[in-house]
Structure formats: structure tokens, C-alpha cells
Nanobody, 123 residues
């Protein structure tokens, strides 16, 4: 089992920045590929960005590429999502996810999820 807990969400104006954190506990964190997903009201949960278990590769949804950066610190069992140039359409609940995979864009490939943290971008 892996337990995940997100933090760092909040209210920010358009163009602002936020940094989300996801602290993991349980199994060996470095064995898991990690990702961030988000879900806006009335919409499907969508992929935002992912990072391989060693942190050597990152990949992003086209909607956030160039604005968001995912990173991980395996010594601290934590993954981060730095979000810059935020837009109102980035408003959603953001979820951290872990899976015994190298990389994946698909939510069904991730076995463990956090409870989510709300990000609201005002116009």
C-alpha cells in the first residue's frame, strides 16, 4: 500500500503560481511512477503531468506544457507540481497518483490516489 497526501492548493489570480506537493508513505516510493491528474466540476479526471520512478523523464498534457513542471525527491518521498502562468481553466481538484509503471497517461494504470487539493484560479 502507498498512502498519498496532497497539499499546496488554494486561490490564485490569473497569471499567478502555485506549488503542489504530494507526500507518500508506505511502500518504496522510488519504485513508483508518479503523476498528477485534475478534475473540474462536471468533467472527467484528466492527466496533467507524470514523472518516471527515477525522475529521469517527465511528460505533460499539451494544455499545461511549458507552464507546469513536475519533479520528485525520492529521499523525501515527495513529488511536486510547480504551476506557473495559471489560467481560469486550470481550476480543478488536483490529484496525485502512484503506479508500478514506468510512465502512463491513463488513470487506470495508477493504483494509488490522494484525496485531492483544490486549485482555483480567478479571472
Amino acid at each position: 500500500q502507498v498512502q498519498l497526501e496532497e497539499s499546496g492548493g488554494g486561490l490564485v489570480q490569473t497569471g499567478g503560481s502555485l506549488r503542489l506537493s504530494c507526500a507518500a508513505s508506505g511502500r518504496t516510493f522510488s519504485n513508483y511512477g508518479m503523476a498528477w491528474f485534475r478534475q473540474a466540476p462536471g468533467k472527467e479526471r484528466e492527466f496533467v503531468g507524470g514523472i518516471t520512478w527515477g525522475g529521469g523523464s517527465t511528460y505533460y498534457a499539451s494544455s499545461v506544457k511549458g507552464r507546469f513542471t513536475i519533479s520528485r525527491d525520492n529521499a523525501k518521498n515527495t513529488v511536486y507540481l510547480q504551476m506557473n502562468s495559471l489560467k481560469p481553466e486550470d481550476t480543478a481538484v488536483y490529484y496525485c497518483a502512484a503506479g508500478r509503471i514506468f510512465s502512463s497517461y491513463y488513470k487506470d494504470d495508477y493504483n494509488y490516489w490522494g484525496q485531492g487539493t483544490q486549485v482555483t484560479v480567478s479571472s
